[in-house]
């Protein structure tokens, strides 16, 4: 699971501080303690914090969380294999190598009226497939209705008047 905490500190020229906590947890692999008779799995947890400052809109790319595994699987003929010699022709060992990286990245925007934020809400619609106007029929991801369709999305707030101007 990944949980990704961040504190943002804005100045007067619109530069952005960002305080950021990631941190990665995973199931340790037949790591499973007996306490009190009860089976409880080993949690292995990683943690990563950093304060990056950027510009109004500038993109920051955050990684560092690697994650290496590897495993080997002997398989064979029971005593067979073991026979010396000879045995190597009736068993096998499989290994394997896997390397994950966790990347994220961020683009903070400081919106100091209702009408930026309107802007900017309609700007990420434009570009991504959540936005009301764009048919998502097809995407596997977005909720359906009882009927099997697309459900449709509400329209985005409209700033007030006052903000407008």
């Not at 510009?55 to 969380?65: A, K």
């Not at 002997?74 to 990286?101: C, D, M, N, V, W």
Request: charged share 20%; proline share 8%.
């Amino acid at each position: 699971m990944l949980q990704l905490e961040v504190v943002p500190l804005i100045n007067s020229e619109k530069e952005v501080s960002l305080d950021i906590l990631q941190k990665l947890d995973s199931l340790v692999p037949n790591g499973n303690v007996t306490i009190s008779g009860n089976s409880v799995p080993t949690i292995d947890t990683k943690y990563i914090r950093t304060t990056v400052s950027a510009p109004n809109g500038s993109t920051i790319i955050l990684g560092g969380l690697i994650q290496d595994q590897k495993s080997s699987q002997y398989q064979g003929i029971p005593y067979l294999s073991r026979i010396p010699l000879i045995g190597a022709a009736f068993r096998g060992t499989a290994t394997s190598k896997s390397r994950q990286e966790l990347i994220i990245l961020m683009c903070p925007q400081v919106t100091l009226t209702k009408l930026d934020s309107y802007r900017l809400r309609q700007k990420w619609e434009d570009t991504t497939h959540f936005g009301p106007e764009l048919d998502q029929g097809e995407c596997q991801d977005c909720p359906k209705g009882q009927s099997g369709k697309q459900l449709d999305l509400p329209p985005p707030d409209i700033p007030a008047a006052k903000d407008i101007n």
